[in-house]
C-alpha cells in the first residue's frame, strides 16, 4: 500500500504504511529504501541517507544503495564520501556503469582525469551507448591533451544524442496519437516527458532533464511530482531562486503539505533571507505540529542566526521528544552547547553519534565539545 501511495504522489500516506510495516516487521530492507528514495526526491539529503544506511545494517550488500547515498553526498557537497560510497557500489555490483559514470563525474570535478577517464572507460565497456560517457571521456581528453582522441568521443556523443532525440520523438508521437481526448492526451504525453526524463538524469544529462520536465509542467501544470522534481533538479544544480520558485508554486496546490514549506525554509536560510525562512518552519509547525521536522528546523535556523537561543534549545527538544533520531539529538547538542550547558551538549551529540556512529559531522563536534569542556 504504501508503494502504490508513493507512485501516486500521496508522500504523507505512504509514508505512514511504510512506518506501519516497519512496527510488524522492523527487518524489511526494502521499506528502508523505500523511504530513503522518496526523502532523496523531496531534497531531504541526510534523511535518506540515514534510511539507507539502516537497509545496510539489514542488507549490507544490497544493491544501489551506496549509489543512493553517493548521490545524496554529492548534493551535500560531501564528494569524498561520496567517492567512497560508489567505490563500495562496484564491489557489489561491478556490472554498474552508472557508479563507474558517476565516479568518473567525480575525479573530472576534481581535475583527476586519467581517473576519470579509467570510470568513464568501464562505464562505456559495461554499456556502450551511454552518451554522457563519451562526453566525459571527450572533455578529460581535451584537458589531457588527447586532441584525436577528444574528437572521436565527440563524434560518438554526437550520434548517440541524435538516436536518441529521434527515439524520443517517436515515442511522443505514438503516446499523442493513442488519444482524442486533450485533457488525458496532455497529461499522458507529460508521463512520457517524466519517464524519459528519469532515462536522462540517470545518465547525467541535465539540460535534457530539466528540458523534459519542464515540458512536463507546462502540459500538466498541477502535477506534483513534475514540480518536486523541477524543484530537486534546480537544488542539486545549485539554482536556488528558480528550486523556491517550484516549491511556492507547489504550496499554492497543496496548501497543507507542510514537506512543501520546510524545503521553502531551507532554500531561504541559503538564500539568507531569515525572515522567510523563519516564517516558513513557523508554518511547517502549525501544519504539522507533531512532526519534528518543523521544530528541528527552526531550532537550527536560530543557531545559524545565533539569536533566540533559549528557544532554540527549547525547539529542539521538542523534537527529540516527538522523534528521537540521529538529526535531532544532534541539533539539541548543539543548542546546549550554545546556550552553555556542555554537559548537556556532549550527551545529546553522543546519542547522535549512536544512532548515526557513520557520520563524521557528529563525531567532529563531539570531540570539539569533548575538548572545550
Not at 75 to 90: N, Q, T
Not at 174 to 193: F, H, I, K, P, W
Not at 333 to 342: F, K, L, Q, S, Y
Amino acid at each position: 500500500m504504501g508503494n502504490v501511495q508513493g507512485r501516486h504522489g500521496n508522500t504523507t500516506e505512504a509514508v505512514r504504511f511504510w512506518k506501519k510495516g516497519l512496527e510488524l516487521n522492523p527487518k524489511r530492507a526494502d521499506v528502508y529504501s523505500g523511504m530513503g528514495w522518496l526523502a532523496m526526491r523531496k531534497g531531504e539529503c541526510e534523511e535518506a541517507i540515514l534510511h539507507w544506511r539502516k537497509v545496510l545494517e539489514i542488507a549490507p550488500r544490497m544493491p544501489g544503495v551506496h549509489n543512493g547515498i553517493a548521490r545524496a553526498l554529492t548534493v551535500l557537497g560531501r564528494k569524498e564520501e561520496a567517492i567512497e560510497e560508489l567505490e563500495k557500489d562496484i564491489q557489489i555490483s561491478p556490472q554498474s556503469s552508472l557508479s563507474y559514470f558517476l565516479l568518473g563525474q567525480e575525479y573530472l570535478q576534481q581535475k583527476k582525469y586519467e581517473k576519470a577517464k579509467r570510470n568513464y572507460e568501464m562505464a562505456i565497456s559495461l554499456q556502450p551507448d551511454l552518451p554522457n560517457a563519451y562526453y566525459g571521456l571527450f572533455t578529460v581528453c581535451s584537458r589531457l591533451k588527447q586532441r584525436a582522441k577528444a574528437r572521436e568521443y565527440m563524434a560518438i556523443f554526437k550520434k548517440l544524442d541524435a538516436e536518441d532525440v529521434t527515439k524520443e520523438k517517436k515515442l511522443l508521437e505514438g503516446r499523442s496519437e493513442a488519444s482524442d481526448d486533450l485533457v488525458s492526451m496532455r497529461e499522458n504525453v507529460a508521463e512520457t516527458y517524466m519517464y524519459a526524463e528519469r532515462i536522462y538524469r540517470a545518465l547525467g544529462q541535465a539540460q535534457r532533464t530539466e528540458e523534459l520536465l519542464k515540458r512536463a509542467a507546462t502540459l500538466a501544470p498541477k502535477n506534483t511530482e513534475c514540480l518536486m522534481k523541477l524543484a530537486s533538479f534546480y537544488r542539486i544544480n545549485e539554482r536556488l531562486p528558480e528550486a523556491l520558485q517550484m516549491y511556492k508554486e507547489l504550496t499554492e496546490i497543496e496548501p497543507e503539505n507542510g514537506v512543501h514549506y520546510r524545503n521553502i525554509g531551507i532554500l531561504c536560510t541559503r538564500l539568507k533571507r531569515f525572515a522567510d525562512a523563519e516564517e516558513a518552519f513557523g508554518r511547517v509547525i502549525a501544519l504539522t505540529p507533531e512532526s519534528s521536522s518543523g521544530y528541528r528546523s527552526l531550532a537550527q535556523l536560530y543557531l545559524d542566526m545565533d539569536r533566540e537561543l533559549p528557544k532554540a534549545r527549547e525547539l529542539a527538544e521538542r523534537a527529540v521528544v516527538l522523534e528521537a533520531s540521529a538529526a535531532n539529538y544532534f541539533v539539541l547538542g548543539w543548542a546546549c552547547d550554545e546556550n552553555g550547558d556542555r554537559d548537556s551538549a556532549i550527551s545529546a551529540v553522543k546519542r547522535a553519534l549512536e544512532l548515526d556512529p557513520g557520520n563524521p559531522k557528529y563525531r567532529q563536534v563531539y570531540e570539539h565539545i569533548q575538548k572545550s569542556n
